[in-house]
């Protein structure tokens, strides 16, 4: 977005809620950003697991989700619940981009190798994943290029 929006926390599994983002200037409709909790990763129970695993149900069944970013640590392979969240996004076929965080981590080439192996066990086009580094920037024009390219049509649905 060019500025910050979300809240962060340094420990990884902290966000609970389904945090929603109003965001101007960028469709014609209003444009929504929902962030919801990282389903893998949030450090909770199995109960409140298994809740934001509905709210995902619930979030990926809008009319007018024009699609999803995806959110992938680059450096490791996907989890169980990855491939849980790969299966889901298929099935409603849901636009996904995947946005491999944490490339500053990596070398050059142990990010074009990651990326390229992700790329190929997630059989996902070209287009559809990226390397991005919060911390140093890398990738984040592309990823807001493609974002909009998600959101351009949405309300011809």
Known sequence: MGR???KISGTPGK??????????????????F??????????????????FRRLVHH???????AGVVWLLDIRHPPSADDW???????????????AL??????TTAQRMERGRDLRTVL???DDQILVTSA??????????????GLIQNVGDR
Do not use: C, W
């Not at 965080?101 to 990596?106: E, I, S, Y």
């Open 84 to 98: 849980t969240m790969q299966d889901l996004l298929a099935e409603r076929e849901t636009r996904v981009l995947a």
């Open 123 to 125: 059989d996902l086009p």
């Open 135 to 148: 911390k140093t920037g890398e990738g984040i024009p592309e990823l807001r290029e493609a974002i909009a």
């Open 4 to 6: 910050r929006i979300a």
């Open 59 to 65: 979030a990926l069944r809008r009319d007018l989700l």
């Open 15 to 32: 966000t609970r809620a389904f945090n929603v983002f109003l965001i101007p200037g960028l469709a014609l409709a209003p444009l929504y």
């Open 34 to 51: 929902l962030d919801l909790p990282g389903y893998g990763y949030a450090r909770a129970g199995r109960a409140q697991r298994a809740s």
């Open 101 to 106: 965080t944490k490339g500053d981590k990596l």
